[in-house]
């Protein structure tokens, strides 16, 4: 279990190919600091920020999603570099976030067109948390979750997606697909010719799909843009941040997972203190399989109301060691 002490956050990561025999998922966990505060005029201490991904590749054995994960700190962080004097702006943080994410998503896209024989892609939904807000970042169909808080008078508590998943049936990326010469299929597929169909409308890699030379990238049929929500923390409501691939969604619902999650804190917590969020994700998985999940799984659970005396590991660069692996 990974734990960032000045962010006030600890995470337990699960994975497992599920009941197929390969493994395509991949996922990230890193965390740096940069002078100032972001987004600022501020020369204040440095602001340390925690990136924790997901991505859900297919086609490929997971070359495209292995290459978001192994990449997507370093691209983010280079574009964060190169905003200056950003608070001068008439803009929200929203409109900040996602000028950040815009760019750093097409360079990813880019950097993974350069390199050979890519004949796959990958979703990824990406959570970039510093001390005051949660920024999520998602491309496709892979989801975040935020889980609140239940003491006191929260009896009943609402889970908040912050995400939403990228299919072809959504109204505006249909449009887009269509507007870019591609057809649709009734399970709501973006369709080039009867062996070729995708189930989602957004994702990294997948070059077949975005070879329209007449199209800028943001027009094409399937698109590398993320769409980004920013939440501002609040220790007096949130409780856990949840970030998974589909594997998970297509046999849960956001209500499931939160329920799920919750009654499986209470249960393990006397008996399993220091791998608690490791050892939940994994519970959760095996849940899902139980209910016959097909596809490869991954999630990332994120406690933002961390108590002491946890297990630390190292703060830089860290994914939690423990996964099933069926």
């Excluded at 072809?168 to 973006?190: D, W």
Aim: with cysteine; charged share 25%; glycine share 6%.
């Amino acid at each position: 279990m990974g734990k960032f002490e000045r962010l006030k956050l600890e995470y337990g990561t699960s994975e497992m190919p599920g009941r197929r025999g390969y493994m395509e998922d991949a996922m990230c966990v890193e965390t740096w600091c940069e002078k100032g505060e972001v987004g600022s005029n501020a020369d204040a201490k440095s602001q340390q920020f925690a990136l924790l991904a997901v991505c859900d590749g297919h086609g490929d054995n997971g070359v495209v999603s292995k290459f978001i994960a192994s990449n997507v700190s370093s691209v983010v962080r280079e574009c964060i570099s190169k905003i200056e004097n950003s608070s001068e702006a008439d803009i929200t943080r929203t409109d900040y976030w996602s000028g950040i994410w815009h760019a750093a998503c097409l360079q990813l896209d880019l950097k993974l067109k350069q390199e050979e024989m890519i004949t796959g892609g990958s979703t990824a939904v990406i959570a970039l948390i510093t001390e005051h807000e949660i920024v999520v970042a998602n491309v496709g169909d892979s989801r975040c979750i935020l889980i609140p808080s239940r003491d006191g008078l929260r009896k009943s508590t609402v889970v908040t997606a912050l995400s939403e998943d990228h299919k072809p049936s959504l109204p505006n990326e249909r449009a887009r697909i269509v507007n870019a010469g591609f057809q649709m299929k009734t399970i709501h597929k973006v369709v080039m010719n009867e062996n070729n169909q995708l189930a989602v409308s957004r994702s990294f890699g997948d070059f077949d799909y975005k070879a329209n030379d007449q199209l800028q990238a943001s027009d094409q049929s399937v698109i590398s843009i993320a769409e980004v929500r920013v939440h501002q923390r609040d220790s007096s409501k949130d409780l856990f941040l949840f970030l998974a691939c589909d594997g998970i969604w297509d046999v849960m619902k956001n209500h499931e997972v939160m329920d799920f999650v919750q009654q499986q804190i209470e249960i393990k917590a006397e008996t399993s203190f220091n791998t608690i969020l490791p050892d939940v994700a994994d519970v959760l998985l095996q849940e899902c399989l139980r209910r016959e999940s097909r596809d490869n799984m991954s999630c990332i659970l994120i406690n933002l109301q961390p108590r002491p005396n946890t297990t630390t590991m190292s703060s830089h660069s860290s994914m939690a060691p423990k996964a099933l692996h069926f």
